[in-house]
Every structure is written in C-alpha cells, then in structure tokens.
C-alpha cells in the first residue's frame, strides 16, 4: 500500500468509527420488525461499502457494543432453514440516542461542509 | 455526566477524530498565507466549537500528526510581541490528499444523510 493511500484508509477509518452506530440506529428506527444482521448490511447495500471498508463483518461488533449500551435489544430466533439468528431492535434508550446524535452529525457535517467550500473561512480575515 | 450525555460525548469525539484534520487541511488549502494555531482556531469560529468539543488545544496534536506524515510544513517565527509563533501551510502532498478525503467524506456524509432520511433503506425490502 503507498503512503497516500494509507492516509485515505485511515481517514477512512476514523469517520467510520462514529457514523457506523449513527446509521446501524438509523436503520433500525425506520424497521418494521427486528432484523438480523446479515439483512441490515444488504439493506445498507453497495453504498454501506466504502463506510464500511467493504467489511460486512466489521457491523456485529458495533451491533454488540450498542446492545451492550442499551441502544438496542437483540433475541435468537431459530430460522427455517441454516443456524438460528440474532435480531436486532432499537430500544427507547436508543431513539432518544439516535436524536441527539442525528443533531450532533447534522452540526458536524454543516461545518465541515461549510469550511470546504469557503463559508465559513472566507469571511473572517486576518 | 448522566449516561446519555455519555454517549453523545463518545459519538462527538468519534466523528471529530477523521473531521479534525479534514478541517485543518481545507482551511490551509484556502489560506493565502502561513497560519498560526490560535489564528486557525479563530477562523473556525463558534461552529468549530462543537467539532472541536470546545477544546482548542485539541488543534495543536493534529497539527502536528500532519506535519509529522509530510501534509503540512510548519516554520518558527518571531513575533512583534509574545512569544515565536509556529506558522503551517499545506504541502503538495497535503493538497492531494485533500483532495482524496473530501471524495471519502463527500461519499459517508451522502450516505448517512440518506439513512437517516430513509432513502438508502426504504426501496429494499425484507
């Protein structure tokens, strides 16, 4: 791997590190009924492959760490066909999370935004 | 700290590990000259607060993790009164990797956006 690409990777990484649980609650928020974890990464698509590094398996640890937290409650159900399968639901907790840190993202990406394009920067001199 | 500001805290400090330094090269890149770290934290202004965690003492260690991987150069200068102020600009290599993370940044920030506005998940049903 060069150097640059390095950088990009470990880029990469950190912005992943925050908005892989915003988005893991943001989609159980929207679902009808629980979903396991396999359906959440093919709900999530071709898009959810650059977040997250193209790791499908790089989702169970955080799906743990927000059961854990109490943003979601998870149940094994036996399944018709293979092994039986943990599902996935928010909880209360994990609405009230989802919230805040949609407002913190929404905060985060203006910012960024605006400091790339010149906004916020330009105004302001020295 | 009650457990939910525990968990915003957390999700803050995530997201501004990767954005901390995206901000940092695109101020410079727009700079027309040399910046100071306390003249960098102003530009940023009020907004930067919250990426920032209202820490301004946060921008020194980035700064110097980009100089230390060749993005920024930085150069010791007297000043008029006070003490020799450290100036950063961006090098080439900063530019171009600039360049690289806003494309990665452009992609996470469309993506979330669209999870959380249900229209990455809504067409694909179970």
């Known amino acids: ?3 640059l690409e390095g950088h ?14 915003l988005v893991l609650l943001g989609v159980l928020a929207r679902a009808d009924e629980p979903m ?8 999530l698509g ?3 492959e650059g977040v997250l590094a193209g790791k499908q398996s790089a989702l169970y640890p955080v799906l743990r760490n927000l059961c854990a937290a109490g943003l979601l ?7 018709v066909a293979g092994p039986p399968r943990r599902y996935y639901r928010i909880t209360a907790t994990g609405r009230t999370v989802l919230g805040q840190w949609t407002g913190a993202w929404t905060a985060t990406r203006d910012f960024v935004d605006g400091v790339l394009d010149g906004r916020i920067t330009q105004g302001a001199s020295a």
């Open 1 to 3: 791997m060069d150097e």
């Open 73 to 79: 409650d998870s149940e094994i159900e036996p399944s």
């Open 36 to 43: 396991y974890g396999y359906l959440i990464a093919k709900r």
């Open 8 to 21: 990009l990777k470990k880029f990469q990484k950190e912005m992943s590190a925050g908005t892989v649980s």
């Open 46 to 48: 071709e898009a959810g």
